[in-house]
């Protein structure tokens, strides 16, 4: 099994940036997209980004939307997050998750996603 090992999180203040990184154990042609996740206590998980391996075709979240950017790195197998501007409500344990299904292009959808990451936590205050 694809194991999906996430790093980069941590505290910082309002207005300030971080980016997280996703590193999986193989990176083969049958991941199709990857995707980030987060959940905050109280709340249900909500798609962030994805990205669509082939093309490199992104979705995001209307409220990330100019402020966080995934992208990707087949040779070292790892998709990142960078998010500026954060605030306060993005808050939450944030996941990568690799989907499988021959899609054609990048979804938010949990369901479509197979493998997770156990999550790296980013608070903002």
């Known amino acids: 099994d694809v194991q999906l090992v996430e790093s980069g999180g941590g505290s910082v203040q309002a207005g300030g940036s971080l980016r997280v990184s996703c590193g999986a154990s193989e990176y083969t042609e049958s991941i199709n997209c990857m995707g980030w996740y987060r959940q905050s206590p109280g709340k249900e998980r909500e798609g962030v980004a994805a990205i669509y391996r082939r093309d490199g075709s992104t979705v995001y979240v209307d409220s990330v939307k100019g402020r966080f950017t995934i992208s990707q790195d087949n040779a070292k197998n790892t998709a990142y997050l960078q998010m500026n501007s954060l605030q306060p409500e993005d808050t939450a344990m944030y996941y990568c998750?690799?989907?499988?299904?021959?899609?054609?292009?990048?979804?938010?959808?949990?369901?479509?996603?197979?493998?997770w990451g156990q999550g790296t936590q980013v608070t903002v205050s």
């Open positions: 998750a690799a989907r499988y299904i021959a899609y054609v292009s990048p979804s938010l959808s949990s369901n479509d996603y197979t493998y």
